[in-house]
């Protein structure tokens, strides 16, 4: 069975961090591209980052760029998503997801997790 497992959220003030994992089991998930994908109260899914199969590329939306940085270790099949300076819009909820090639639309991901709740206010 594919699982992809979020952990990590909840609710810190601005300014503060928080680092997301996600374990996934079931798929060969060095084989995919994991992103992170983003869901605000009220709004659509908005793509955050992605890694590319060995970890040695990431790519960051510009809202966040500069303060979240993605990491996965394939030997542990877990990925991370490290968030710096947290801003009360970035108030959401976190999905991992996997994605069979690079750039694809967040609507045709293969896989996601259940998500996990980042509340960030004062």
């Known amino acids: 069975e594919v699982q992809l497992a979020e952990s990590g959220g909840g609710m810190v003030q601005p300014g503060r961090s928080l680092r997301l994992t996600c374990a996934a089991s079931?798929?060969?998930?060095?084989?995919?591209?994991m992103n992170w994908v983003s869901q605000a109260p009220g709004k659509g899914l908005e793509w955050v980052s992605d890694?590319?199969?060995?970890?040695?590329?990431?790519y960051c939306a510009d809202s966040v760029k500069g303060r979240f940085s993605n990491s996965r270790d394939n030997a542990k099949n877990t990925l991370a998503l490290q968030m710096n300076s947290l801003k009360p819009e970035d108030t959401a909820v976190y999905y991992c997801?996997?994605?069979?090639?690079?750039?694809?639309?967040?609507?045709?991901?293969?896989?996601w997790g259940q998500g996990t709740q980042v509340t960030v206010s004062s």
């Open positions: 079931g798929f060969t998930s060095s084989s995919y591209v």
């Open positions: 997801a996997a994605d069979h090639q690079p750039g694809g639309s967040i609507f045709g991901f293969d896989y």
């Open positions: 890694i590319n199969y060995d970890g040695g590329r990431t």
